[in-house]
């Protein structure tokens, strides 16, 4: 299986501080996927590799969330990772905490790139 690039752009509106957005990145958001899908298991479909975030340097106040996957292209194409495992109350759970992202801006799907082998 190859391995896909996810990147998500978060425009922060006005408001918000990047100090507590990036703290929200980091211990709660990352720390979510890290531990949810880390590897295959059972109710697994995919499986993420790494995850940084990146300040973009041509727009202000842009943050993009670089992750790599391996597993099924439809599912880490969905903004809420929908179908990501086969337990619904997972599915829940991280839907619930990507809507914290909410509070500090708005995030998009800029692309999913695959590796050529």
Same mark, same amino acid.
């Given at each position: 299986m190859s391995t896909l690039y996810r990147y998500d752009a978060i425009d922060l509106n006005d408001t918000a501080k990047e100090e507590d957005f990036l703290k929200l990145m980091r211990e709660t958001i990352i720390t979510h996927?890290? /531990?949810?899908?880390?590897?295959?298991t059972r109710v697994t479909v995919c499986s993420l590799g790494k995850q940084e975030i990146f300040k973009d340097t041509k727009k202000e106040r842009r943050y993009i969330w670089l992750? %790599?996957? %391996?597993?099924?292209? /439809?599912? #880490?194409s969905d903004i809420l990772f929908t179908g990501a495992t086969m337990s619904p109350e997972f599915d829940?759970? %991280?839907?619930?905490?990507?809507?914290? #992202? @909410?509070?500090?801006?708005?995030?998009? #799907?800029? @692309? $999913?790139? /695959? %590796? $050529?082998?």
């Amino acid at each position: 299986m190859s391995t896909l690039y996810r990147y998500d752009a978060i425009d922060l509106n006005d408001t918000a501080k990047e100090e507590d957005f990036l703290k929200l990145m980091r211990e709660t958001i990352i720390t979510h996927f890290k /531990d949810r899908y880390k590897k295959l298991t059972r109710v697994t479909v995919c499986s993420l590799g790494k995850q940084e975030i990146f300040k973009d340097t041509k727009k202000e106040r842009r943050y993009i969330w670089l992750s %790599t996957w %391996t597993g099924r292209e /439809d599912v #880490i194409s969905d903004i809420l990772f929908t179908g990501a495992t086969m337990s619904p109350e997972f599915d829940l759970e %991280t839907k619930e905490i990507l809507k914290k #992202i @909410n509070v500090f801006g708005k995030r998009k #799907i800029i @692309n $999913i790139y /695959d %590796t $050529i082998e």
